[in-house]
């Protein structure tokens, strides 16, 4: 229990400050690259290490690979669903979430992926 | 140049329950990410290190002070808020090209040096993203200068493009919504 609560903090304080930092840049499409960076990976990595070791964090950025491939097809979606179909922001990133999920774990899985 | 800059100002606009949620998300995707590799393993736990988890509640933060904006100047800001949202969306795709450098970048040091693994993934993230967000805009730049080339734009890449500051577009969203 410990070790998750452990993981919600750092968790939380990297992604807050990465989050503020977007705020702040100007343009908007400039900090919209602070959408995708990698806060929740440096915290999850770190931690990995710390129990695991470092070939265990490398299986995971090798998975990470297709997570960020998922998640560039999810923002392409997410754009076209405002801009075409009028989508609040809300539903048009919650609806996306089905897209990144299929992205990502549907060839892990077809491929009968190593865990 | 490009007009990159930073704007401790707009810290102000945000509400301090919509730091508390972020935290909440940041923190709870980092805690589920944990969960997912103890209980499947490191390979399926890896792809929820790219879970868009942030990218929702960014997007709708966004929305929303836009469209809050719009409002205290008497208009119905909901389309500038959903173009805004857009914007980001577009430069999130952008980010993920720098998301998948730092995976690559990451996984080839961390078995020789940790801390060049961290630094290594981070550079490679940071220089991949404004790149290629330097190429788009030099590219949509180009491409509005070519009549032809913007007559055969589709009509979402022509929504995205009327978002964009530049010099042949004063009018756009991004040159306002500073």
């Known amino acids: 229990m410990t070790e998750y609560v452990v993981r919600f903090l750092i968790g939380g304080a990297v992604v807050s400050a990465f989050a503020m930092l977007g705020d702040a840049l100007r343009p908007k499409s400039f900090a919209g690259l602070f959408g995708a960076v990698p806060s929740v990976a440096l915290a999850t990595l770190g931690i990995a290490i710390y129990q695991h070791g470092a070939g265990y964090a490398a299986l995971q950025s090798h998975s990470m690979m297709a997570g960020a491939i998922a998640l560039g097809v999810y923002s392409v979606v997410v754009c076209h669903l405002l801009v075409r179909a009028r989508l609040r922001a809300l539903s048009a990133t919650l609806l996306s979430i089905v897209v990144w999920l299929i992205v990502s774990v549907g060839p892990l899985f077809l491929a009968g992926g190593r865990t | ?178």
Request: charged content about 20%; some cysteine; glycine content about 10%.
């Open chain 2, 1 to 178: 140049m490009t007009p990159i800059r930073f704007s401790p100002s707009s810290l102000r606009e945000g509400r301090w329950y919509e730091y508390v949620i972020r935290f909440g998300l940041g923190g709870a995707a980092t805690a589920f990410a944990g969960l997912v590799s103890s209980r499947y393993g490191a390979s399926i736990g890896g792809l929820f290190l790219a879970l868009p988890a942030i990218f929702c509640a960014s997007a709708t933060l966004i929305e929303t002070h836009e469209t809050r904006r719009k409002r205290e100047a008497g208009l119905d800001g909901k389309h500038r808020g959903r173009k805004a949202a857009a914007l980001d969306a577009a430069g999130a795709a952008l980010g993920a090209v720098g998301l998948l450098a730092f995976a690559v970048a990451f996984s080839l040091l961390v078995e020789s040096s940790v801390p060049l693994a961290f630094a290594g993934g981070s550079l490679a993230w940071l220089i991949v993203s404004v790149a290629a967000w330097y190429v788009r805009r030099k590219w949509r730049l180009v491409r509005r200068a070519h009549p032809v080339q913007k007559a055969i734009g589709s009509r979402c890449r022509g929504a995205i493009d009327r978002l964009e500051c530049g010099p042949s577009n004063p009018r756009s969203t991004e040159r306002r919504v500073q």
